[in-house]
């Protein structure tokens, strides 16, 4: 009951599944930290995910399994009399804003830094930040110039909707750059495959999952490389991947994560050398201490620049008749590319 509270002190809005899932995978951590079945340093850690319900352990430790099959929570019933007894009613959810630097975020900001920096302090680490940037056909700089008394206006391609999104997401090094990017852009629907038909944007948990897929196998190809080479830097030292709270990042692809092949391949070669791989979360409303938000600034910026060059801005403002939003995007496409 202590973690169900902790959980709906963070977000009341979690479903009953939800925790349902985050019991059994902390009971689960129980049992097999009980038996000696996680090797992983990382997945001793309460709330860290991992694959608790077909952990390979269980396959060889007859006794862990019928432990773990015995405390599971089975019945989302269990969860809501728990709740019951602990005064906890369901209600409608009151919208609050939250701003960057309450006390609740500085405490958070703080906590991580601190624990950022004592891993940087003890020993050399490898940090890697992932973020994404959205980029819409209806985009525009946010100051511009007139004559004192007139609004600065300009004209913008029509189409704010967020299935035109065109979603990037990039990997950075802090001292060797971008490792890795992937241009996610909306795709066109028939009837036949949406409902109604139409553009939608791509990137969800599966886009991610290949994202970090692909991030992954090049971590891995670059420690073969230097290794070949005798100059090994990459794996010998701790790996942590920072994501933020996006819903892609959840729990459902970070399983999907820990089975990939290119994941087992790096958290292999780290092994021989005693080190690990692990995933840290940014804090809420924190991008100053994300650095790939700085590479995102800049991607912008020269984006924007290719945007408004004359011959671009013809198309965004009087696109091809019948091919508007695809001249559009392809051109917003090239944008980002020579970003």
């Known amino acids: 009951t202590d973690w169900l509270r902790l959980w709906l002190e963070e977000n009341c809005t979690l479903p009953v599944n939800t925790l349902q899932a985050r019991l059994n ?21 309460f709330g860290t995910a991992f694959n608790f319900e077909q952990h390979p352990f269980y396959e060889s430790n007859a006794l862990a399994k019928a432990e773990y099959a015995d405390q599971r929570i089975k019945a989302q019933s269990t969860i809501n ?8 009613t369901r209600k409608v959810a009151i919208q609050e804003r939250v701003t960057a630097n309450n006390v609740t975020n500085m405490r958070i900001r703080l906590d ?4 950022l920096h004592g891993l940087m302090t003890g020993s050399d680490v490898t940090l890697i930040f992932t973020d994404e940037i959205p980029f819409y056909i209806r985009q525009m700089r946010s100051y511009g110039r007139a004559k004192i008394g007139t609004r600065a ?25 971008v ?18 038909g139409g553009w939608k944007q791509q990137w969800n948990q599966g886009t991610f999952v290949s994202f970090m897929n692909g991030l992954l196998t090049k971590l891995a190809d670059t420690i073969d490389e230097e290794r070949r080479k005798k100059h090994d830097i990459l794996g010998t030292r701790d790996m942590f991947i920072i994501l933020d709270g996006a819903p892609e990042h959840g729990r459902g692809a970070m399983s999907q994560i820990f089975e990939l092949g290119s994941y087992k391949r790096l958290k292999e070669q780290l092994a021989v050398t005693g080190k690990r791989i692990d ?8 991008p100053m201490l994300n ?49």
């Open 25 to 45: 995978q902390e009971i689960s951590r129980a049992v097999l930290i009980k038996y000696g079945g996680l090797s992983d340093e990382s997945e001793k850690s």
């Open 81 to 88: 009399r728990w709740l019951a007894n602990m005064l906890f």
């Open 112 to 115: 991580y830094c601190k624990m």
């Open 153 to 177: 206006v300009v004209q913008t391609a029509p189409g704010s909707k967020l299935g035109l999104r065109t979603q990037v997401a990039l990997a950075v090094h802090p001292n060797r750059g």
């Open 179 to 196: 490792l890795h990017d992937v241009t996610c852009p909306p795709e066109y629907l028939s009837r036949s495959q949406m409902k109604s």
């Open 279 to 286: 995933f840290l979360k940014n804090p809420p409303i924190s």
């Open 291 to 339: 650095l790939t938000e700085y590479y995102n600034r800049t991607l912008r910026g020269i984006s924007q620049q290719f945007l408004d060059k004359p011959e671009n801005q013809r198309v965004m403002l009087m696109p091809p008749k019948g091919e508007a939003i695809r001249s559009r995007l392809q051109v917003l496409q090239e944008a980002i590319q020579f970003g």
